[in-house]
């Protein structure tokens, strides 16, 4: 588990850079994940997408599928892409403090 | 994670030897030719040993200071154990059979993918110490001492091994390689030494139910999304349920499929054909898995995942269980269920009670694979089919290496196909049935780290359909295993793009004509059907 300083806070990440708890998330970890992922600006659709994932990740303890996430935004994957370029998983599941999903996938 | 190379360059590939000899060449760890370590956390749920942060990488791996006496304890206990695995170290006489026919050889040229060398690294250390030959002249009869180097090259090579078996059919003596990584890597966890993507999959399992750890409220949101999909694309609404008492027969299918697409489609078809025939089945929330990670961990870990199924059935009291479109799952319950965790002597030997067939082939297992139940289906004129909605698909199957290897499934995927699809094209034959080349993540390779190694190891299944892309405009690969549809997307993405990937239930589900239902414009990924083109040409 690797360490992450970031405008006085210590994050722990694992080895693809994803924070290590949910818990631990924070809104300097987001503008952390900004400055890495190359967004320069955050608009109200970048946290939307934000919020959808973080409120089903409360409630259902994963991230929705992507086919949720679209529905429920109503952002087709190519917009998600164009607003997180390294797509839904490894960017904005990424800044929105959720793990990984395993498996079959 | 480590950037992978552009195909161009990937695709040379030298597959001319080292100067130096195979024992004196080092393995070497580097960004995309490795997996990440298990995670303690990981470790700990299971129960395995030895669980800390540690990096393949890193020079400690943290072993427990006795780690070479319990490798070799437990390379004898295995001996004596499993006759398979001793007559596989004994019996290879190197003839080469096996040399150029692992897609990891084809796609790395490193020689110690080729099957024979691959399992020579355990068999050196059989060799080494426990037979008198071996242990009298040690290196001049091939046999050499278990060093931290030679467990590093374990680790290296039996996770780049995806336990495919496409090796053992050329094999004269029958050979299973994959049988001797499989107790590789039951060895490397006896020391803590597994992946976490392999490790992270089968704790959640054994904790929640699946791989992807959707616990139950989730799963139900999950399948009532789906409902309401289908509704939107038919006009029917289907009336699953979950963990019903009574149900005449339970349906398991790998979590990747609620989950993931191109999976999350091909379970929209399972979801269709059963409402269709009126089927009285059940999901269930804690048996949710198909897939099984511990099979790739240890027997043990395989064992303990694959009782929940049966434990499932037995409490929710069914006659007998359908399978989805998986591919370990069959490897399990074809080759070790009957002795493992059997006799499932409380359920009854399958008969479908739409056609009255029996399924005598699952007498033993009480399990039946959704393709086999289908194909019977269609053979009996059940199910009212429009294979023109397929139309716009140009169709190839790639044979998912545990049902055809596995359990012989070779025959019944292509009668649906056809029957669901106009155009339907084979790759050229030494790439299919029994022949298969394998996606080239399998095992627990499928991890995003690794993306370099899989699209070496995927090349040949990617030439393949490449062949029937140039030759026959094929832009569609269909396939039976979740961790097909996971990864065949990349592998298509990067070395053929324009070709897209589907279970085979996606394609039926979009052929069948159910009572009730409206007018079809859109296939099941809402996209316009063949005709219906101007009404939306915007992808999602």
């Not at chain 2, 149900?247 to 398991?252: C, N, P, Q, Y």
């Not at chain 2, 990864?487 to 979009?510: I, Q």
Request: negative net charge; charged residues 25%; glycine residues 8%.
């Amino acid at each position: 588990m690797g360490a992450i300083e970031f405008k006085g806070k210590t994050f722990g990440v694992d080895e693809d850079g994803f924070i290590d708890s949910f818990d631990n998330w924070c809104t300097e970890w987001v503008d952390y994940v900004k400055d890495s992922e190359g967004i320069p600006e955050l608009n109200e659709e970048h946290w939307k997408v934000i919020h959808v994932l973080q409120d089903y990740y409360r409630k259902h303890g994963i991230a929705p599928m992507v086919r949720i996430l679209t529905k429920v935004t109503g952002y087709k994957l190519k917009y998600i892409y164009e607003l997180f370029p390294s797509g839904p998983g490894k960017g904005a599941c990424k800044m929105a403090g959720l793990p990984k999903p395993t498996g079959c996938v | 994670m480590a950037n992978v190379p552009k195909p161009d360059q990937l695709a040379k590939i030298d597959h001319r030897p080292p100067q130096q000899g195979w024992m004196e060449t080092p393995v070497e760890f580097k960004p995309g030719n490795y997996l990440y370590a298990c995670k303690p956390h990981n470790l700990e749920i299971l129960g395995l040993p030895n669980p800390r942060e540690w990096r393949p990488e890193e020079d400690d791996w943290k072993l427990p200071a006795n780690w070479q006496e319990i490798l070799l304890d437990g390379m004898k206990e295995r001996l004596e154990k499993f006759r398979s695995f001793k007559l596989f170290m004994d019996i290879c006489v190197r003839c080469g059979a096996c040399a150029d026919k692992c897609h990891f050889f084809i796609g790395t040229g490193d020689p110690k993918n080729m099957p024979v060398l691959r399992a020579e690294l355990l068999r050196s250390v059989y060799r080494g110490n426990f037979t008198t030959f071996g242990r009298m002249f040690k290196k001049y009869s091939g046999g050499r001492e278990l060093t931290e180097k030679v467990l590093k090259e374990w680790f290296y090579y039996l996770f780049q091994c995806s336990e495919c078996r496409r090796c053992s059919v050329f094999c004269p003596y029958g050979i299973d390689t994959a049988e001797v990584t499989i107790i590789g890597r039951e060895l490397l966890n006896l020391i803590g030494c597994n992946v976490d993507w392999v490790a992270a999959p089968a704790a959640n399992c054994f904790r929640t139910g699946n791989h992807l750890g959707i616990q139950p409220h989730a799963f139900k949101d999950m399948m009532d999304f789906f409902v309401d999909e289908i509704e939107e694309v038919t006009g029917v609404r289907v009336e699953p349920s979950l963990n019903r008492k009574g149900a005449e027969i339970l349906f398991v299918t790998p979590s990747g499929d609620v989950f993931a697409d191109p999976g999350t489609y091909t379970l929209m078809g399972y979801l269709m054909l059963f409402h269709e025939i009126g089927l009285d089945y059940t999901w269930s929330t804690y048996a949710s898995e198909g897939g099984n990670f511990g099979f790739f961990t240890s027997h043990e870990t395989m064992k303990r995942l694959n009782a929940k199924m049966y434990a499932e059935a037995k409490r929710l009291g069914v006659k007998y269980i359908i399978g989805g479109e998986c591919g370990h799952m069959w490897r399990v319950i074809n080759q070790y269920m009957e002795t493992m965790n059997g006799p499932a002597d409380f359920l009854e030997v399958p008969k479908s009670p739409i056609t009255g067939t029996v399924f005598d082939n699952a007498s033993a297992t009480k399990m039946i694979h959704i393709v086999e139940f289908t194909a019977d289906l269609i053979k009996h004129g059940k199910l009212k089919l429009d294979p023109s909605r397929n139309d716009k698909l140009r169709v190839t199957y790639h044979d998912s290496c545990n049902p055809a290897r596995g359990m012989g499934l070779l025959e019944e995927p292509r009668y649906v196909i056809k029957n669901v699809c106009n155009n339907f094209f084979e790759m050229p034959e030494n790439t299919i049935r029994e022949r298969t080349f394998c996606c080239g993540s399998g095992a627990g390779l499928n991890a995003g780290e690794y993306l370099e190694m899989r699209m070496r190891g995927g090349l040949p299944r990617a030439n393949a359909v490449k062949h029937v892309h140039d030759k026959h405009g094929v832009n569609m690969l269909s396939c039976i295993c979740a961790i097909d549809r996971a990864v065949l997307p990349a592998l298509m993405d990067y070395w053929v793009p324009d070709v897209g990937v589907t279970g085979v239930h996606e394609l039926v589900g979009n052929a069948l004509v159910m009572e009730g239902e409206k007018q079809r414009t859109t296939d099941l990924r809402s996209e316009p059907l063949p005709g219906f083109e101007e009404e939306d040409d915007e992808d999602l």
